[in-house]
């Protein structure tokens, strides 16, 4: 058993284990721990933009086969290629180019870069153009007597006369281009050679008279080269004056030889 004195040592030694632990510093208690700080990842660069077609035109856009039309165009931003099609082919970022399609045409302009690829398109429409108009008709056909009058002169003889005199011979001459032509014209025609006199003398006289004045025309005319089967001659005399005054002066413009159409 143990003795009060060691009973008493032993408490004594308890209680200044008590003492001494109580006088200890408190420490504080260590603070929860913090989550990780989150990691950021930075964003993506933003892509790289389009090419962008500021203009494609076709100026005109209406033509008429045969003709051109001008292509152009611009295009602005990164491009790695530009081109149209229709033949037209590669080509750099601003620029134009003829065309002359045949037939109505849509041109696309594409242009490719880095941010993707960008379209344009024109058209060239191409109309046949009118056809041209007509000719006019022909003028009709002047009848042969139309072309007796206008191209064809009565030759003059002096009086009581039936050889051919200086200025006959002219207008016979200018007469025979024509008559040539007239008879290629109307080729189976024959013309007439009428022998006519002033007033005169008797019936009979002026009627051998204007005979002899259109057989004197007619062998002149076929020296020329007028065909002679296609001359025929008749004499009027004096009964049929174009002028039926009484003086020199239509007396001459009745002695002549006239040209008619023949039967």
């Keep these: 058993m143990f003795s009060k004195r060691k009973i008493s040592i032993i408490c004594l030694a308890v209680s200044m284990l008590w003492l001494a632990d109580g006088c200890k510093k408190k ?19 933003p892509p790289p933009a389009a090419p962008v077609i500021a203009q ?13 039309s001008v292509l152009r165009w611009e295009v602005t931003g990164t491009v790695s290629s530009i081109s149209i099609n229709q033949g037209v082919g590669t080509v750099q970022a601003t620029g134009n180019s003829r065309v002359s399609p045949t037939n109505s045409a849509t041109y696309t302009l594409t242009a490719t870069g880095p941010g993707g690829t960008q379209t344009a398109s024109t058209t060239v429409s191409v109309v ?19 072309r007796l009058s206008s191209d064809v002169q009565d030759a003059f003889f002096d009086y009581d006369k039936s050889d051919i005199r200086s200025d006959a011979r002219d207008a016979l001459t200018r007469d025979a281009g024509a008559l040539k032509a007239i008879l290629s014209d109307f080729p189976t025609a024959v013309i007439m050679l009428e022998g006519h006199c002033d007033e005169r003398g008797s019936a009979e006289y002026n009627l051998g008279l204007g005979d002899r004045r259109a057989t004197s025309a007619k062998e002149f005319l076929q020296s020329l080269g007028v065909p002679g089967d296609r001359l025929h ?10 002028c039926t005054e009484q003086n020199e002066t239509c007396y001459q ?11």
């Design 27 to 45: 420490v504080p208690a260590a603070p929860p721990a913090q989550p990780p700080a989150p990691i950021v990842t930075p964003p993506p660069p």
């Design 56 to 68: 494609f035109t076709a100026e005109p856009s209406s033509i008429q086969r045969g003709e051109s």
């Design 128 to 146: 046949t153009p009118p056809p041209p108009p007509p000719p006019p008709p022909p003028p009709p056909q002047a009848t042969m007597e139309q």
């Design 233 to 242: 001659t008749i004499s009027y005399g004096k009964e049929r004056p174009q």
């Design 253 to 263: 413009k009745n002695r002549r030889v006239h040209f008619s159409p023949g039967q």
